[in-house]
């Protein structure tokens, strides 16, 4: 099977490959495309959107039977700012299949800062004084000393696509 991958972001493309190592054998394909949202997505809504987005164009740009995108947005609710991570696989025939992953809150003055209209990957950046957080531990990965990182997220996200995936396929499942 071939599955092209809506990013070049070490964290997810690495994720999405051990997610599939593990039940299927397949190959993989990394391309950037745009998410078609802003680049920092403020809402579930907004942040799914942007991981369909991916899924679609990737699938279309390298002609495959699978396109997945993953996307990472920052939610305001009424318990504080909340990091979120979305998902979605698509093969073309069916309705996206979407996932969501981990949440965990922010300090507050990062996530104000993210709503006035600065980027979490550089908040974060800033904040840890550290180069690229993004491609590497991740906010998850600061705020829970490592235990979780982004990559180990985005694989339990992946695995929820990929399970779903797999049962939507089984006779009878279609949607
Ligand atoms: O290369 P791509 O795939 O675009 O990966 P990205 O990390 O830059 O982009 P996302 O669309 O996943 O996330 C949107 C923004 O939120 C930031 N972001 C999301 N989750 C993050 C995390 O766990 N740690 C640091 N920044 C994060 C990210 O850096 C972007 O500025």
Not at 16 to 22: I, L, N
Not at 109 to 126: R, W
Not at 146 to 151: A, K, L, Q
Request: hydrophobic content about 40%; charged content about 20%; some cysteine.
């Amino acid at each position: 099977m071939k599955i092209a991958i809506g990013t070049t972001n070490p964290t997810k493309v690495n994720a999405v490959k051990e997610a599939f190592a593990s039940l299927i054998s397949a190959e993989f394909q990394a391309v950037s495309v745009a998410s078609g949202v802003a680049e920092q997505p403020l809402s579930d809504e907004e942040t799914i959107s942007g991981a369909i987005n991916r899924a679609n164009a990737a699938r279309l740009e390298c002609d495959v039977t699978i396109g997945i995108g993953l996307e990472g947005g920052v939610v305001k609710t009424k318990m504080g700012y909340f990091l979120c991570n979305w998902g979605a696989i698509i093969d073309g025939n069916n309705e996206p299949i979407v996932a969501g992953g981990s949440r965990i809150l922010l300090p507050t003055e990062l996530g104000e800062q993210v709503f006035n209209g600065k980027e979490l990957g550089d908040v974060m950046d800033e904040y840890t004084n550290q180069h690229n957080v993004r491609q590497n531990e991740g906010a998850i990965g600061i705020f829970t000393s490592g235990y979780v990182n982004r990559t180990e997220m985005f694989t339990h996200l992946s695995k929820l696509l990929l399970g779903q995936y797999l049962f939507s396929t089984q006779s009878g499942n279609e949607n």
